[in-house]
Structure formats: C-alpha cells, structure tokens
C-alpha cells in the first residue's frame, strides 16, 4: 500500500499567531464556531502548541454539498484560500454542483477548474447530484452511469488527489478486478488510515423494480473488498484510526438487511463488523441534512464506543467548512470545529 504523508508537498501559507489563544481552554470532540486562522504554522504531528495536546497527522477541512450554483461557486473559489492557510487537507464528500444544474460536461469542467485552485491536496467523492440524479430534467435527462464514467474520467483518473499541491493515493481501480472504480481512494499518514468509498445519497442509485441495480450492486461489492482492505491495513499497521469518508447519510438509526427498501443496509452492516473488530479510533465522515456529530455512534440500537460520526452540513455554501484534527494525549481523539472564511471587503 502506498505511505504517503500528507505533509510532503503541502505549502503552508500563514494563520494568525493569535490562534492558539483562541484555542485555549475548548473541550475535545465539540464543534465551535471560530474565524478562519492565518499565520505559520508547524507541521503536522509537531510537539505541544502552547499547552494544547500535540496534533497528529494533517489538519483536515470538510465540505460538501457546494457548489450548488454559481454564485456559490465564486464564494467557494475565494474561501478554497483559507481553506489553504488553515488545513493540510481538503476532503469534499461529494455533490460538487446542484440538482437543478445540468450534468453536462461543460460544468464537470468548470468545477474541475474551481476545485484544482485548492492550495492543499482535494480528495473528492461522487455525490448524487453528480452522476445518480443525472437522469432527472433538471439534471439534463442524462442516463446515470454514462454520467458517472464521464465523471471518473475528468476527475478519478489520476493517480494523485485534486488540487494545487497533491498527495499520492492508492486507489482501487489499481486492482484488475475493480479497475472501473478509480473514486475509491485510500492514504495514510502518521498512523492515521483514510479511505473514500463511492455511496451517493438520494438511496444510493436504487432503482425500483426487478433487474435495475446491476450498478449498485457490483458497486457495493468494490465497496466492501475496498473497506475490508483498509480496515486490514489499518490493523496490521497498528493505526491509531480509519477515516472512512462517503457522501450519503444512511441513517444509522436503522439497520434491517432484509428490508430491500434500505438501500444502505449493507453498507452499514459492515461499518458495523469492521469498526467492531478495529481496536483503534474510526471517524464515519458525510454529508448530511443538517449538522450531526456523535461522539459515540449507536447503530440501530448498537452502540459502537470506538466510532464517531459527524454529517457536515452545507450551512453557509461555500463560506464555511469543518476543521478536524486528531490530538494525542491521556484524552486522545478527534477534534472537530467549525471555521468560517474571512469577511469579503
């Protein structure tokens, strides 16, 4: 599997030095509103930051849900600096234009020009806007799965992430069996394993009826050996944590692999088992309705004390994003806040 530490080839641009006073004295595992931050910075897994429990690995934006048009999309290109001067590490779960824009390749290009200007590596996911719901009028009555290989084409085919600096990422489609799945994406850094895995919300490109879920099918298949994999790595390499990243929300409150109307089931019944087996941390990050973070997710009445979740919202388009980091120390974990980017003059 390919190391990769997400410090190398990151630019660091400067935050303000008042930060670590802002920080000063915030409880573990809560989201804060804060400023965008602006000054130098060390690196990641550096030593103690005036009293706070030394970082380990790369501080972490999250977006997703954005842009939904383009007026968003101008407000996201000037946010994408801050982002940089705060973060290592941009993770945009997917949905990268709206559901009443058209799935044309002419927009593809146009965010794929938006996301590029990032300043530090951008690990992007498929949402459903992207590729599921193509075949809606408001998508442009595109047929799904021509629109989700255009997608991989455009911005999957690389081996590396998106973005003006990148990180090196293995993905599945390295493997001769799932070469059609190059958005599974996995990388490692400082004891820390992410892995991306393609799960659209809008159920998961369900399609009622007998005979019409090849697509999700097959596709769930590459998603299972793809997290079985990680979760392996992760164990033989000692990880401290798995960062499963995804798009959709699946509704954790439920679990019925029975019920064909969950099209989820599957998914999160082997989240379940994994993060089970897994002595260490696991972080479940995605889009969401509204803003969730459980510290300890229970799932259909299972409580799972080593797994946190949190469903970034799209509150503020383009103007906000979460902040994640993992801290060491007696209390070790993930830390989760919300940044907003500067005021515009």
Not at 15 to 28: E, F, K, S, T
Not at 145 to 151: A, C, K, V
Not at 261 to 278: E, I, N, P, R
């Amino acid at each position: 599997m390919n190391q990769t530490s997400v410090r190398e080839g990151v630019q660091h641009a400067s935050w303000r030095r008042h930060l670590a006073a802002l920080l000063l004295g915030l409880p573990l595992l809560a989201i804060l509103p804060l400023p965008a931050a602006h000054a130098d910075r060390p690196p990641p897994g550096v030593g103690v930051r005036d009293g706070l429990p030394p970082r380990i690995g790369p501080a972490i934006a999250v977006i997703a849900d954005v842009p939904g048009n383009e007026a968003q999309a101008r407000v996201l290109l000037r946010t994408l600096e801050d982002i940089g001067h705060d973060s290592d590490l941009l993770i945009h779960l997917g949905n990268l234009k709206g559901e009443n824009e058209r799935c044309d390749d002419t927009l593809y290009l146009q965010r794929r020009e938006l996301l590029e200007s990032s300043l530090v590596p951008l690990v992007l996911l498929p949402g459903d806007n992207d590729w599921a719901d193509c075949a809606l009028r408001a998508g442009g009555n595109y047929a799904p799965f021509e629109r989700l290989t255009r997608l991989r084409e455009l911005f999957f085919e690389r081996a590396d992430s998106l973005g003006a600096t990148r990180i090196a990422l293995s993905r599945q489609s390295e493997t001769s069996r799932f070469r059609g799945y190059p958005e599974n994406a996995r990388w490692s850094t400082d004891g820390l394993m992410f892995v991306a895995v393609n799960v659209p919300g809008g159920q998961n490109n369900f399609q009622r009826g007998a005979g019409r879920n090849g697509e999700l099918e097959e596709r769930a298949l590459a998603n299972n050996a793809w997290l079985r994999q990680a979760f392996s790595n992760a164990t033989r390499e000692d990880a401290r944590a798995v960062i499963v990243a995804f798009h959709a929300d699946p509704d954790f409150s439920r679990l019925d692999t029975g019920d064909r109307s969950d099209a989820y089931a599957g998914f999160k019944q082997q989240l379940v088992q994994l993060a089970g087996h897994f002595k260490g941390q696991v972080l479940l990050l995605h889009g969401s309705e509204k803003a969730v973070v459980d510290q300890t997710l229970t799932v259909a009445g299972k409580r799972l004390p080593n797994v946190m979740r949190v469903g970034v919202h799209n509150s503020r388009p383009g103007e906000s994003w979460l902040h994640i980091e993992y801290q060491a120390g007696r209390n070790a974990g993930f830390v989760v806040r919300t940044r907003n980017a500067r005021p515009q003059p």
